[in-house]
């Protein structure tokens, strides 16, 4: 019996160079895909909405994969095994959250494992006018939290998406995304397997996000890493491959 094709999707502001540490820890002759989102590593901008980025990909998404999604793209991920399931037979969800910012306690729907709203909005108003050095505070948040920050940092730094090669206008859609998304009413609908790999030290999705969605989705795993920030994988590539195979052999 073949293998699925495995397709990893990167998170905001990076390009799908930040996969580089992981994939020579996937097993042989596995074929890994690697898309751009819309706006990021000369992908043209396709909308505003967590859909529309979600169908830009449908090309890349052969039937029956294997999706593992990190940081937005988890959340975009997520949409994409809600929305089609015959394209996703399983999914990796790599620190991600089903709701980015914090919701009030005196809202219909409270969420507290999240980052502040004004926090977010300051991101989205700096972006605006500063946008390599947003990205470059973006970064250090998600190497927060990780044994190995330096060097994360630095790999991570290595994969920032281009501005001179982005959409600025489609970079700045994506954290308006990250701000807006909140996935929590539809996740009954994800019923394909779900592996969660989640770093404790997170300081931009908190490890109880993921703790929630391993009790709320149907068919869910939660693998907690107590050494790592926000990039796991690249933290503990070989570990964290490790659990992508047990996914991909199903």
Known sequence: MSRPDLVLLHGWGLGPQVWTALTPHLPGGLRVRTPALPGHGGAPARGTTLEAWGDALLPELPDGAVVCGWSLGGLVALDLAQRYPRKVARLVLIDTSPCFVTRPENTAAPWPHGLAASTVAGFIDDFAHDPAATLR??????????????????????????????????????????????????????????????????????????????????????ARFDDCGHAPFLSRPEDCAALIEDVVRG
Request: one cysteine or more.
């Open 137 to 222: 505070r973006f970064v250090a948040l998600q190497a927060l939290g990780d044994a190995r920050r330096r060097t994360v940092a630095s790999m991570l730094n290595a994969a920032l998406a281009d501005i001179e090669q982005c959409d600025p206008a489609a970079l700045g859609a994506g954290l308006e995304l990250l701000a807006d998304t909140d996935r929590r009413a539809v996740l009954d609908d994800v019923r394909q397997p779900v592996q969660l790999i989640h770093g404790a030290g997170d300081a931009l999705m908190p490890i109880a996000a993921a703790e929630w969605l391993a009790t709320r989705l149907p068919d869910a795993r939660l």
